[in-house]
């Protein structure tokens, strides 16, 4: 009955098992209903844009995409999935389940980064992909829409399941942060902006949309990469932490 | 506290025995106002985090000093700098323009401060445990009520009159000292007036749910949520203006500028310089009313009028 | 213990754990090898620590552990050998009982999860079937949802924080015989407890913590003879309280006799002759022998003999 002698190290089998634990684990009801709602509102924005046959689609239609979906809809949805995804685990208690078994710990970091994503794509990214396409901007703001709603998705996921990790009341602090350095600071100050993962996507997303640079803006190429790299170095530490730090 | 004469079960000249059993406090009562003080000091530490370890205390005192942090850089600015040219010290904002510089503080501190405030006495069941007291539901909210419009006080008269003393030290502010003191007066009636508001707001939003992070998040994206939409609909669609009075991030200050005199924000894109019109003074004055009255109608349905067994 | 020549599953060398300024392991030396073991002491005497630390989810703050003669924070495979089951009762809420056990055969790449979890979960006398999510169980069911997880691996080391805590008589039983098994067939089971009876029944070795350090070691009746030799209290119910007192002191096997409530409570310092003479001495007074019952064999009275003698 020994069958546990020298198991292999990864297999797509337990990667996706602790991938469906974690969406699981995030997506309550409560949350997916919620924030689905704010979701749908980029849709009915859309929709109103729609059917206002203003002769500045494309401008409010970037609008939507900006000041809603970029600044508020993607971040905070981003916050609450991905700062749930270990942080609730670490909290109950219940990741023991998870952290004692023979799996390299960036698995674990990298399946609750997997999961946060795979919800926030739905509830978030995909109703404000379909507000744009919809509002008659025309489709390159809706392209502009999927890739930077894509790529903030990717690196807020990165960054908050870490902070979920590492700090209680992650979501408090994750508030904070957007707030005060992504919504405030890293508009006004244009060295900020560079560190900001909601300006660089924004830039990026408005040189798909082939929309006027934003305030602060800073050169395509940068938008994509500085929020990938982020990407990684939260995983990074994330996977560093649940190496070396104590598991309630 | 006072002994009385039933407590004794047995006496002479030398000795008294007393009663062993239960003895009610018979001490002084302090009444109904004391117990709301009481509750609401209570309240207001716990959402600063005081006599709670240091890791509590973090976040409520950084969101505090953001919003002072531009005061001291601008009071600095022109002690450092004396013999400026003088656009440098017009450039320093007066106490009207400050909350411009620390919205983000403001808002994030109402959305920190009420859920501490009312969700762990959901969670906690606690809330049965003050209602066994002299407070009854109507004096619990109302001690709630003081404790956050009370630390919210501290970043919205605080900071302007920081500023204005800061800047008066100089001679950078108000010429007399009817025109320091009316300045004071205006700090005082914007500062009340925001905190009364966002106080309104992020209390109706706790009062729904028993999860501060929820209530938190709850609060955030109703403020920023209205404000975004909002402008999505004047500024992108060209919508009616007056839709603008519905953004919640907006209007507190809008109220705020009118208090100091000041014209309103414009209501459309300042392309060309040519800046929009602000929304009317009786538009702002009203809409401020409504919102702050609809949010404590939710609020005083959600913890007077609802019966909560639990 | 551990046969000579073959190296410990578990070895501590000096382990010390603290938190801040509380010390909650100081200086801890022990191995263990295959059979049961019971880590004994009272609620917060550090057991739990310890099991977290053994099991690499917490530093050590000086010394070492090693499990399989490996550091078990630094490898994660080395978990493929391990099945625990912790104190704190949470589990995926959400999940069916075949969902959580079956998880944690997949994660341990055991090739057949599915059967490996139906074996686990009849091990421990609960229905696989069960389409409930784990939201709606008892404690003694998520105790042995807690054991079924744990075993479902065929580790060679069980670490199992209070195993029968919650469980009902019958399920106490059935589950020492499984570990009574496991033991016999080689592997390693640590078990905690803070209940003297339940460690009795495993008959096995046992090491007694306090306040962080260890007591006591070996085996159970070893331990129980060394405290053999401390005075004992006992309680002795029967009709003639008064004339059996005075014939039980006249034994000299009792160092002193009270009599309260219309029981005897005496003291002795050989318990075993003082149970053997107690019927003799009550025929001869013509009392009727009610009862005798220790009355200090009750962990705390252990736990102070244990650390008063230190």
């Avoid at chain 2, 531009?70 to 009071?75: G, N, R």
């Avoid at chain 2, 009854?136 to 920081?162: C, D």
């Avoid at chain 2, 800047?167 to 950078?172: G, I, S």
């Avoid at chain 3, 998520?142 to 744990?150: D, F, G, P, T």
């Amino acid at each position: 009955m020994k069958a546990t002698a020298a198991p292999p190290n990864f297999t797509m089998a337990t990667f996706m098992t602790v991938w469906k634990v974690f969406v699981r684990s995030i997506a309550t009801r409560l949350r997916v209903a919620g924030l689905s709602l704010l979701g749908l509102g980029a849709v009915a924005l859309g929709l109103a844009i729609h059917l206002s046959h203003s002769a500045n689609r494309p401008n409010a239609a970037w609008s939507l995409v900006d000041s809603f979906g970029l600044s508020l809809l993607i971040p905070v949805v981003a916050l609450v999935f991905a700062s749930a995804a270990l942080g609730d685990v670490a909290e109950d208690g219940t990741l023991v389940y998870l952290w004692l078994r023979p799996l390299p710990r960036w698995q674990l970091a990298l399946g609750a980064f997997g999961a946060s994503v795979t919800v926030v794509v739905p509830v978030a990214v995909f109703p404000l992909v379909v507000g744009a396409a919809i509002s008659g901007g025309g489709w390159r703001i809706a392209g502009g829409a999927a890739a930077g709603g894509l790529l903030a998705t990717v690196a807020y996921s990165a960054v908050f399941c870490g902070l979920g990790l590492r700090v209680r009341r992650a979501l408090a602090w994750g508030l904070a942060y957007l707030l005060i350095w992504e919504q405030a600071v890293a508009r006004v100050s244009h060295g900020a902006a560079r560190a900001s993962i909601f300006i660089n996507t924004r830039s990026l997303a408005a040189h798909v949309a082939q929309h006027p640079p934003p305030t602060n803006a800073v050169a395509w190429t940068t938008g994509l990469i500085f929020p990938l790299v982020v990407t990684v170095v939260a995983l990074a530490l994330t996977t560093r932490s649940l190496d070396r730090g104590e598991i309630t | 506290m006072s002994r009385r004469e039933d407590d004794v079960v047995a006496a002479d000249d030398r000795a008294q025995i007393y009663e062993p059993g239960y003895r009610p406090y018979r001490g002084v009562r302090l009444g109904v106002s004391h117990s709301v003080w009481a509750l609401a000091r209570h309240t207001a530490e716990r959402i600063m985090g005081l006599k709670r370890p240091a890791r509590y205390k973090v976040l409520p005192f950084v969101t505090v000093a953001i919003a002072y942090l531009p005061a001291v850089a601008f009071i600095g600015i022109v002690a450092l700098v004396p013999n400026s040219p003088r656009r440098l010290a017009d450039l320093i904002p007066g106490p009207g323009h400050y909350y411009g510089f620390i919205t983000a503080a403001i808002i994030l501190f109402a959305a920190l401060a009420a859920p501490e405030a009312l969700c762990p006495d959901k969670r906690s069941r606690f809330l049965g445990v003050y209602l066994s007291s002299p407070l009854n539901r109507s004096t619990y909210l109302l001690s709630k009520a003081i404790a956050v419009i009370g630390v919210l006080l501290l970043v919205t008269v605080g900071p302007p009159l920081l500023l204005l003393v800061g800047l008066a030290l100089q001679n950078e502010g108000p010429h007399g000292f009817v025109d320091f003191m009316g300045t004071v007066a205006q700090i005082f009636a914007a500062g009340v007036s925001l905190s009364l508001m966002f106080g309104a707001v992020s209390l109706a939003i706790p009062s729904l749910t028993d999860r501060r992070a929820f209530a938190s998040a709850g609060s955030l994206l109703l403020i920023l949520g209205s404000g975004a939409i909002t402008s999505v609909i004047v500024f992108g669609l060209g919508g009616p203006k007056n839709v603008l009075a519905l953004s919640i991030n907006r209007l507190p200050f809008e109220l705020a500028l009118r208090i100091f005199t000041l014209r309103g924000l414009p209501t459309g894109p300042q392309d060309g310089f040519v800046a929009s019109a602000p929304l009317s003074t009786g538009v702002v004055v009203g809409a401020s009313v409504g919102l702050t009255l609809v949010a404590a109608a939710v609020t005083w349905w959600r913890v007077v009028g609802t019966e909560v067994t639990r | 213990m551990t046969s000579p020549g073959s190296s410990p599953t578990i070895a501590v060398r000096q382990l010390s754990k603290w938190f801040g300024s509380v010390v909650a392991l100081s200086d801890l030396s022990f191995d263990i090898g295959p059979g049961v073991t019971a880590l004994l002491g009272p609620n917060g005497a550090g057991k739990s620590t310890l099991f977290r630390v053994l099991c690499g989810l917490a530093n050590p703050s000086q010394g070492t552990v090693r499990i399989f003669d490996e550091n078990p924070r630094a490898n994660p495979d080395l978990t493929s050998r391990i099945g625990i089951a912790p104190q704190q009762e949470r589990l995926f809420e959400r999940q069916t009982i075949i969902e959580f056990v079956r998880l944690a055969a997949t994660l341990h790449h055991i090739p057949d999860p599915d059967r490996a979890a139906l074996l686990a979960i009849e091990t421990v006398e609960l229905d696989p079937a069960d389409p409930r999510p784990l939201a709606a169980y008892s404690k003694g069911m998520r105790q042995r949802v807690k054991l079924a997880q744990a075993l479902v691996g065929d580790p060679d080391l069980l670490v199992l924080d209070e195993p029968l805590e919650g469980l009902d008589p019958r399920q106490r039983l059935r589950t020492i015989e499984l570990f009574r098994r496991l033991g016999d067939e080689g592997k390693t089971v640590v078990v905690s407890s803070h209940v003297l009876e339940e460690v009795e029944r495993f008959g096995s070795r046992i090491l007694v913590i306090t306040q962080g350090r260890l007591v006591a070691e070996g085996p159970f009746s070893a331990i129980r003879d060394l405290m053999d030799d401390r005075p004992h209290r006992l309680r002795v119910g029967t009709d003639q309280p008064l004339a059996l007192a005075a014939g039980l002191l006249t034994t000299g096997l009792v160092t002193g006799a009270r009599i309260k409530d219309g029981w005897i409570e005496v003291e002795t310092s050989d318990s075993p002759a003082f149970r053997r003479s107690v019927a003799v001495v009550a025929r001869d007074c013509e009392a009727r022998l009610t009862e005798v019952r220790a009355l200090d064999d009750d962990l705390e009275s252990v736990f102070a003999y244990l650390v008063g003698r230190r």
